[in-house]
């Protein structure tokens, strides 16, 4: 039965979903934080248990990422992407969003594709092409690209949910990598014919006009020569990642243990943490690594704000979540099951307030098991969980200002920007191409 307390409980919960994710990062996780803090001090509620194996395994890809960059590799993966930018410039709708996305997927985090961002808006510009939508396409499609990454945060907590069910790297890799292909296809075709041509939006022609747009001749560093060791660098951890997916994907090459009569295997996020970690070390050996760069770049402080983030808030959900579950699944289970797809819209809608699909993850998919949603089904449909570009962040807001032209815009009633149209058409090519792929692959 639901009471007053319950009520009060859950706007506590609403609260400080609310204040961290107006702040983002190290709020979300300090809101979290004291809403548990009122929870149990003030209700009495017993704490629940924070995703520890999650947050483990976010925070050694992290490390070894943050290596890779001390490494001089991430400077050559930008490398890399700028002359493959440059080699297809008429086709810059497609492959700016393909290249940005390719980057992500092999390191893990979507902060790496700022770097390449603002070649993107000015190879379109150089060919006469309305910025606005390679642009929009390639911050959508490379924000979303952690879903196909094997080595992001976001990959991370949903492989330390459903490997509780005998889901693996792999068989959520089957899934997710060719439903985010087919979702950023949509999210390409939706943004290629929009707007009017560069040389006849008047925004451009003003600036043109006023000076305010001057062709750039910026030298690139298709040919600069990456740092000893950078290359290698780049090896290690892609032998790293093979690594984690092959032998998390085969259980003869996984170690077992006999424990109490029973037979048990080294669990995925274990793996994932120790050969993550393996693999910095090599890295920084091999690659002789200056200290110093262990954890100055940006992937390491980005990534901490992270884990913050998805300590705090889901601590507080699963604290709330765990206390009331009979009351969600008594109230929710028959509306869940018989009506998936609101169950879909409530993740989205969800997960656009709280700018963090990690954390969206952490804290939806659980709850779906719990109505009794299959495993099956909340892999296929896990595109719905990344809404984080309905309130325009720092990408957004970011690559907003790369496009000298004026063309991509942040609107004027928040849910009006150049962004919104890629977003909802990856979302929901996703999540209906998901469904039928998984029916497939698992």
């Excluded at 957004?396 to 919104?420: E, N, P, W």
């Amino acid at each position: 039965m639901v009471d007053l307390e319950f009520w009060l409980q859950l706007a506590v919960v609403l609260f400080c979903l609310a204040v961290g994710g107006r702040f983002g990062g190290v709020g979300l996780g300090a809101a979290g934080g004291f809403g548990v803090s009122i929870l149990v001090l003030g209700f009495d509620m017993q704490p629940g248990s924070p995703p520890v194996s999650v947050l483990l395994i976010i925070t050694a890809v992290i490390a070894c990422t943050s290596v890779l960059q001390g490494s001089g590799g991430l400077d050559f993966l930008v490398s890399l992407a700028e002359k493959l930018l440059r080699k297809w410039p008429r086709a810059i709708n497609f492959v700016g969003p393909i290249v940005c996305s390719m980057f992500v997927i092999f390191v893990g985090t979507a902060y790496v594709a700022f770097a390449v961002y603002p070649v993107v808006a000015e190879v379109a510009a150089s060919q006469k092409i309305r910025p606005e939508r390679a642009v929009s396409a390639s911050v959508i499609c490379a924000g979303i690209g952690v879903m196909a990454s094997p080595m992001s945060a976001a990959m991370a907590a949903m492989v330390g949910i459903m490997s509780a069910y005998g889901y693996t790297l792999l068989d959520i890799l089957s899934v997710s990598v060719p439903t985010y292909f087919v979702a950023l296809t949509c999210a390409c075709l939706s943004v290629n014919w929009r707007g009017s041509e560069l040389e006849k939006d008047p925004v451009f022609i003003h600036r043109v006009q006023t000076g305010q747009y001057t062709e750039l001749h910026t030298h690139d560093r298709i040919n600069v020569e990456p740092p000893k060791g950078a290359k290698l660098g780049v090896l290690i951890f892609g032998l790293g990642i093979l690594t984690s997916i092959t032998v998390g994907s085969v259980d003869a090459l996984r170690p077992s243990w006999e424990i109490a009569g029973k037979i048990s295997k080294l669990p995925i996020p274990s793996l994932i943490q120790m050969v993550m970690l393996a693999t910095a070390l090599v890295i920084i050996v091999l690659c002789r690594v200056p200290s110093d760069k262990f954890a100055s770049g940006s992937v390491f402080r980005s990534g901490l704000i992270g884990v913050v983030g998805v300590f705090g808030i889901s601590w507080l959900t699963g604290t709330f979540f765990d206390t009331h579950k009979d009351v969600f699944v008594h109230y929710f289970s028959d509306i869940a099951n018989s009506s998936p797809a609101l169950f879909c819209l409530v993740c989205f809608c969800f997960s656009s307030v709280i700018f963090s699909p990690t954390v969206s993850t952490t804290i939806l998919m659980p709850i779906g098991l719990a109505l009794g949603l299959s495993p099956q089904w909340l892999i296929g449909v896990w595109a719905c969980c990344y809404g984080d570009f309905v309130i325009p962040g720092g990408a957004q807001i970011g690559c907003t200002a790369f496009d000298r032209t004026g063309s991509t815009k942040l609107g004027s009633f928040v849910f009006d920007h150049s962004y919104m149209r890629p977003g909802l058409a990856f979302v929901t090519g996703g999540t209906i191409a998901g469904y039928f792929i998984s029916q497939v692959m698992l």
